[in-house]
């Protein structure tokens, strides 16, 4: 069975940290351009980081540049999104998809019609 499984979100305080996995099972990530997904409540869901199939090229929503950082483990068939500084405004469920058609050194930022398969989602609170 393909599929894509988010972890690591949870209820965490303004200004903290939180890092969500994204593990893959039935295909490799190798040759996937990822994107990281969220939805707030009320909210159209937006593109927030991707990374491109090479690993090489990466990009982040202005809104969460320079305090998530997007990384992947090709040999554990993970990807990671490193949240810090968080803010109220950043509580959403975080989707994690993969894309297989998109030119391999291409990072496909919030182009959610290209992505091939899609985690279930994760919930990230940020509440005091």
């Known amino acids: 069975q393909l599929q894509l499984v988010e972890s690591g979100g949870g209820l965490v305080q303004p200004g903290g940290s939180l890092t969500l996995s994204c593990a893959a099972s039935g295909f490799t990530l190798d040759y996937y351009a990822i994107g990281w997904f969220r939805q707030a409540p009320g909210k159209e869901r937006e593109g927030v980081s991707c990374?491109?199939?090479?690993?090489?090229?990466?990009n982040y929503a202005d809104s969460v540049k320079g305090r998530f950082t997007i990384s992947r483990d090709n040999a554990k068939n993970t990807v990671y999104l490193q949240m810090s500084s968080l803010r109220p405004e950043d509580t959403a469920v975080y989707y994690c998809?993969?894309?297989?058609?998109?030119?391999?050194?291409?990072?496909?930022?919030?182009?959610?019609?290209?992505?091939?398969?899609w985690g279930k989602g994760a919930l990230v609170t940020v509440s005091s």
């Open positions: 990374s491109s199939a090479s690993g090489g090229s990466t």
């Open positions: 998809a993969a894309a297989r058609y998109i030119d391999y050194f291409v990072c496909p930022l919030g182009a959610d019609y290209a992505m091939d398969y």
